[in-house]
């Protein structure tokens, strides 16, 4: 019973709450200290698919993260029901610090960055050799995006029983990028091999356009989890696409690794890449750019690196290369 008076004190005060409620706002977030670690298996309309352990659980992001967003291959803490039984939702509550981010805008005039992977150390750029025809422009793209989140670039070249590899091969020589060649007829065992063994240990990111066979040669990779597959249009000559949302998948070989399917693009927009960056992936060329001026592009009169090359300290062919990579950045796919 609340007293009144002169016999009250302050546990017979009555506080009226406030409009907005009765708990106070504060800018103190909780520790959550008890929160679980897990991997971002995918992501689909606002959905999170981790795995904790050997389980997967559906979670979604905590309203404290704001607009922070969440991709594929990141780190996050977990709390809530983490049994990961059916009809089950536990929350996002952090995000660990990224090792890296591939990035990509719809086009070149679109400031917005979509993260396409979190985390990952290499990207496998999958192209066909026929059916559909290779696009050089857009391989350049991703290896531009690649040198730029500071993952490794990896071609990987499908339907070699179509065409033959060596004139796309020969186009990317000086650059000293890794490739793997596979055909529709040799998706074995032993054919895969050396793709599994590019891949054992490491995140990859796969991407490439539709139809040609990156998802196809996931599923090789990782047959317990077979992703539907198309065709490519006989009339425009492009795939359909039938990969959605991106996925991560883990490798089933005792070195561990990961492979991340991702939908089949049709452009990769640069609009976020600074030279500067990709600079970073050319060590027998950077040390030219001391001398440059400031902001440069690296393909203008007074860049330094003519000279460098002249002098001998590295192959004008890898200068030609670095431009023509940097150029891609000016250029519209496809034009």
């Not at 065992?189 to 995140?203: K, M, T």
């Not at 991407?207 to 009339?235: E, I």
């Not at 990969?243 to 452009?267: F, K, Q």
Request: hydrophobic share 35%; aromatic share 4%; net charge neutral.
């Amino acid at each position: 019973m609340r007293r009144y008076g002169k016999d009250a004190d302050e546990d017979d005060v009555r506080v009226r709450p406030g409009r907005k409620g009765s708990r106070p706002r504060t800018h103190t977030r909780p520790k959550h200290e008890d929160a679980a670690e897990g991997f971002v298996l995918t992501v689909d309309r606002g959905r999170v698919t981790c795995l904790i352990g050997d389980r997967q659980i559906t979670a979604m992001k905590a309203r404290e993260l704001g607009r922070k967003g969440i991709a594929v291959g990141d780190q996050v803490d977990i709390v809530g029901d983490l049994t990961g039984t059916k009809d089950t939702l536990a929350r996002i509550v952090r995000v660990r610090e990224r090792t890296s981010v591939l990035r990509r805008t719809a086009d070149d005039d679109d400031p917005y960055e979509r993260v396409v992977v979190a985390n990952a150390d290499q990207l496998a750029i999958v192209t066909a050799l026929a059916d559909p025809e290779p696009r050089p422009r857009l391989i350049d793209r991703c290896m531009v995006a690649a040198f730029d989140a500071g993952l490794e670039p990896l071609l990987v070249l499908t339907k070699a029983d179509l065409a033959p590899a060596g004139p796309l091969l020969e186009t990317y020589a000086t650059l000293g990028v890794a490739y793997v060649v596979t055909s529709r007829e040799e998706l074995t065992d032993s054919a895969l091999e050396e793709v599994r063994g590019r891949l054992a240990g490491r995140i990859t990111a796969c991407v490439g356009h539709s139809g040609v066979g990156k998802t196809t040669l996931v599923n090789a990779l990782v047959p317990a989890h077979m992703r539907a597959t198309g065709h490519v249009n006989a009339v425009t000559g492009r795939g359909r696409h039938t990969t959605t949302s991106a996925l991560a998948l883990p490798l089933p070989d005792e070195r561990g690794g990961w492979v991340i399917d991702t939908p089949g693009v049709r452009s990769f927009g640069l609009h976020h890449v600074d030279a500067s960056r990709v600079i970073r992936a050319f060590p027998d060329l950077e040390p030219g750019t001391e001398e440059c001026p400031r902001a440069c592009s690296h393909d203008e009169p007074d860049c330094a690196l003519d000279a460098w090359v002249a002098a001998g300290h590295a192959d004008p062919q890898r200068l030609y290369s670095l431009r023509r990579l940097l150029s891609t950045r000016e250029r519209r796919e496809g034009d």
